[in-house]
């Protein structure tokens, strides 16, 4: 028997010591939320909102494509590399026929505004109509609201609208599994635990299993990032959700108002945007609550070589925020749609020979030029995934490469099914 030094009273004074850590660790860092993520969420305002708006959505982006001289110009705007622009522009045109919405909100604060009473029919009417999109399969993947802030001039309004559109989505059939709820404009950690007790309370009401009840948080203010006390407050905001924050959604326009930048200036990649973003990003590592960066306000309308400016654009930012470790943002027009998929199937498509290689290559364990650590592998087999899930890729590409999406969940998402 080998001799050691160190005495089992030793050993169990580290375990005394690290074992509370331990615990709090796997409260406060569970892991990334593996399950698929929407590239975009596409906001309209709720009396907008009727069912088939996101297939009109398609058809609008698909004539402004047209328009605005075909795919090619799309491609060329969104600058996708030469080697993958086939490839890209095909599955552009089936993505925005099929499933242009990933993500819809149903906006019931800045993009509605105040119409006092009224609200409380078109709550309800838009619980039916994703009821009947719902019903007849047309529903995007994620789909949900975005209610006023619980400040006090807005407060009762919000919980109001929230509450009716859950009855009526409750009366009519339950909660759809890609429900979304967003709660804007945070400026104290309390209002968050407000939000974790109407949860509560809702889910008893309607007889919804404890813990149903989610909700994304939109990072807008200041006080959201930076609390009096000098801390963070995404972190904070997280922590006090008690796991049921979802995402943090970054807030272009208010955000950078507060702070009193020129609207001229107020970009996706000003500074002061990078700076909130890095913040968010730092706190919701390995937490399991998703990010998504804002939009932009420059649409892609008028001539057709200002809707490609505009393209050009877009595509620039939501490549910048892909290649942050942002996977997800806000679109506002249907003629963002081209430029959001270009761009994003671009990344995962350009990535995908390398990625996929070096993943063979650490499955096999094959000598390589990377020497690939666990982690790297993990992310490898995530960016493959993400490309999947979006469209960007297709599977049976993944199996040419030696990588059915089985091995992907391996690495990625033990314990679910391929």
């Not at 339950?174 to 945070?186: E, M, N, Q, S």
């Not at 950078?256 to 107020?266: N, T, V």
């Not at 050009?312 to 003629?335: F, I, K």
């Not at 996929?356 to 993990?378: F, H, I, K, M, Q």
Request: one cysteine or more; hydrophobic letters at 45%.
């Amino acid at each position: 028997m080998m001799a050691t030094s160190l005495t089992p009273a030793d050993l169990g004074a580290v375990e005394g010591l690290l074992g509370p850590v331990d615990a709090r660790l796997t409260r406060d860092y569970p892991g990334e939320d593996t399950s698929r993520q929407p590239v975009h969420t596409v906001y309209v305002p709720a009396d907008r909102y009727r069912a088939g708006l996101a297939q009109e959505w398609g058809e609008r982006a698909r004539q402004a494509v047209t328009d605005a001289g075909g795919i090619d110009a799309v491609l060329d705007a969104a600058a996708v590399p030469a080697p993958v622009r086939p490839a890209v522009g095909a599955r552009v045109l089936v993505k925005l026929a099929a499933e242009p919405v990933e993500d819809l909100r149903i906006d019931l604060e800045d993009g509605y505004g105040d119409h006092g009473d009224a609200e409380d029919d078109v709550a309800v009417a838009a619980a039916r109509s994703l009821r009947r999109e719902l019903v007849t399969g047309a529903a995007t993947p994620f789909a949900g609201i975005r209610f006023k802030s619980l400040e006090a001039p807005t407060r009762a309004r919000a919980l109001r609208s929230l509450d009716l559109f859950l009855t009526a989505l409750v009366a009519d059939g339950g909660l759809p599994d890609g429900l979304r709820l967003t709660l804007p404009k945070v400026t104290a950690v309390e209002q968050v635990e407000a939000m974790v007790a109407v949860c509560e309370r809702l889910e008893a009401a309607l007889g919804e299993p404890a813990g149903r009840l989610c909700f994304e948080v939109q990072v807008e203010t200041p006080q959201a990032v930076l609390g009096p006390d000098g801390t963070a407050g995404v972190a904070r905001i997280i922590r006090a959700g008690g796991g049921r924050v979802d995402a943090l959604h970054y807030g272009t326009y208010d955000y950078s108002a507060s702070l009193g930048i020129a609207a001229a200036h107020q970009s996706l990649e000003h500074p002061a945007a990078d700076h909130a973003k890095a913040v968010m990003q730092v706190a919701a590592a390995g937490t399991g609550v998703r990010l998504s960066d804002g939009s932009t306000n420059v649409l892609p309308v008028g001539t057709p070589a200002q809707v490609r400016d505009a393209w050009a654009l877009h595509a620039r930012l939501v490549r910048r925020s892909l290649e942050r470790g942002y996977y997800q943002g806000w679109d506002l027009h249907p003629g963002h749609l081209p430029s959001r998929f270009a761009a994003t199937y671009a990344f995962y498509r350009h990535g995908l020979d390398e990625a996929a290689g070096r993943l063979r290559a650490y499955l096999d364990r094959v000598p390589g030029a990377v020497l690939d650590e666990p982690a790297t592998a993990r992310a490898l087999a995530w960016f493959l995934a993400r490309g999947l899930d979006c469209g960007a890729v297709g599977a049976g590409e993944l199996a040419d490469r030696g990588l059915p999406p089985e091995a992907l969940t391996t690495l990625v998402r033990p314990g679910r099914g391929s």
